[in-house]
């Protein structure tokens, strides 16, 4: 009688008060409430712990290559490490091509420097750059005279 109180009591209050769900306490006797329905949920439980192991295990078994592959979604990870890998293979394509273009224009520039060094040396060597004179004016600009025959 004392345990009716104190659960009217509790539900005046809205607290309410549950039994574990995993059915430990089907079997106690000492508890308030009426756990008989408890045990057949924890025996079914395990009988389909097992029935789905055994499931499992026939799946296992019988598994064709196509049905585990679909079953591991393979194509959707095997097309996105196969897009993954062209996207690294075009960057790395990239910066090698932009390398060796990089290295044939330094040798370009060199080319072009000993051109220009080349140029600018034959032009100091070059008479053509400076005026010409003749003999004749250039005695006459030394204040020399003439040998007379």
Same mark, same amino acid.
């Given at each position: 009688?004392?345990?009716?109180?104190?659960?009217?009591?509790?539900?005046?209050?809205?607290?309410?008060?549950?039994?574990?769900?995993?059915?430990?306490?089907?079997?106690?006797?000492?508890?308030?409430? !009426?756990? /008989?329905?408890? &045990?057949?949920? #924890?025996?079914?439980?395990?009988?389909?712990?097992?029935?789905? $192991?055994?499931? +499992?295990?026939?799946?296992?078994?019988?598994?064709?290559?196509?049905?585990?592959?679909?079953?591991?979604?393979?194509?959707?990870?095997?097309?996105?490490?196969?897009?993954?890998?062209?996207?690294?293979?075009?960057?790395?394509?990239?910066?090698? !091509?932009? /390398?060796?273009? &990089?290295?044939? #224009?330094?040798?370009?520039?060199?080319?072009?420097?000993?051109? $220009?060094?080349? +140029?600018?040396?034959?032009?100091?060597?070059?008479?053509?750059?400076?005026?010409?004179?003749?003999?004749?004016?250039?005695?006459e600009a030394a204040g020399l005279?003439q040998a007379q025959p």
């Open positions: 009688m004392a345990k009716n109180t104190e659960l009217n009591a509790a539900a005046k209050g809205k607290e309410r008060i549950y039994a574990p769900s995993n059915g430990s306490l089907a079997y106690r006797t000492d508890y308030a409430y !009426r756990t /008989a329905q408890l &045990a057949p949920a #924890q025996k079914r439980r395990q009988q389909n712990a097992q029935s789905t $192991e055994n499931r +499992r295990k026939a799946a296992r078994k019988s598994l064709s290559l196509r049905a585990f592959l679909k079953q591991n979604r393979f194509m959707p990870k095997l097309f996105t490490v196969g897009c993954a890998a062209a996207v690294a293979a075009v960057a790395f394509y990239t910066v090698i !091509r932009f /390398a060796g273009i &990089a290295g044939v #224009q330094a040798n370009i520039n060199d080319l072009n420097r000993q051109i $220009e060094s080349t +140029r600018s040396s034959i032009e100091g060597l070059s008479f053509s750059a400076q005026p010409v004179i003749n003999a004749a004016e250039f005695a005279v």
